[in-house]
């Protein structure tokens, strides 16, 4: 079945620096790549996510690129505030279209 | 009001004992799912469910039983708790997969302590 990694398991940045979490998958079927915001005492949160058809997506300072060769995507966050500090999710689904296999997580802190 | 919503949010058990966790949502999605989050581990499937009368083991489903009651419910049972079983329990709904949308949309979570 699917395995997602994702690297680091935690991520210190000043505020205004960028962030990169990277994630690599197994199934070479996957082909949509969501990535979900968990904040503290909340439930995971959709903040983008990326088709296997394109290579890569913005959202205003979200960023999220895809190497379907390679197997692994990876989110970018610029221009860091404390509000994004958080656990921030991958994950990959394949073409069944049944369910979602989530990386392990990356807890993101931004220091002020 | 929240979308997703489960009950209890908080329970402590004791070990042997069985434990009933709900879920209702107001979405009007005919998926709904469950996870458990474990520190280190993220996301780990343990149910999900296409429509009432279709259910599907995920990852982790041993010592987890599961009922769709109706499209907006969906309740996970643990028949005999064990200490391993302490985690963040998460449900989720979405929508029809395929080319569409495939969000996920998560309850508050449930901390389930077991003694």
């Known amino acids: 079945g699917e395995n997602v990694e994702q690297h680091p398991s935690t991520l210190s940045v000043q505020e205004g620096d960028s962030a990169v979490i990277k994630c690599t998958y197994s199934?070479?079927?996957?082909?949509?790549f969501p990535w979900y915001k968990q904040e503290l005492g909340k439930g995971p949160q959709l903040i983008i996510d990326?088709?296997?058809?394109?290579g890569e997506k913005k959202d205003q300072r979200i960023a999220v690129t895809l190497n379907k060769t390679a197997k692994h995507f990876s989110l970018h966050i610029t221009e860091t505030q404390p509000e994004d500090s958080a656990v921030y999710f991958c994950?990959?689904?394949?073409?069944?279209?049944?369910?979602?296999?989530f990386g392990p997580g990356t807890s993101l802190s931004v220091i002020p | 009001d929240a979308d997703v919503t489960q009950t209890p949010r908080n329970r402590i058990t004791k070990t042997g004992k069985r434990i009933m966790l709900e879920c209702s949502q107001t979405?009007?999605?005919?998926?709904m799912y469950w996870y458990r989050q474990d520190p280190g581990l993220g996301l780990r499937l343990i149910y999900y469910?296409?429509?009432?009368?279709?259910?599907n083991k995920g990852e982790i489903s041993d010592g987890y039983s599961v009922s769709r009651q109706a499209q907006a419910k969906f309740s996970l049972s643990l028949e005999s708790a064990i200490p391993n079983q302490t985690a963040l329990y998460f449900c989720?709904?979405?929508?029809?997969?395929?080319?569409?949308?495939?969000?996920?949309?998560f309850g508050p979570g449930t901390r389930l302590t077991v003694l």
């Open positions: 989720a709904t979405s929508d029809f997969g395929g080319r569409g949308n495939n969000e996920q949309f």
């Open positions: 199934d070479s079927a996957s082909n949509y």
């Open positions: 990326i088709r296997s058809n394109v």
């Open positions: 994950a990959a689904m394949g073409t069944s279209y049944d369910k979602v296999i």
């Open positions: 979405k009007g999605h005919d998926r």
């Open positions: 469910s296409f429509d009432v009368k279709d259910i």
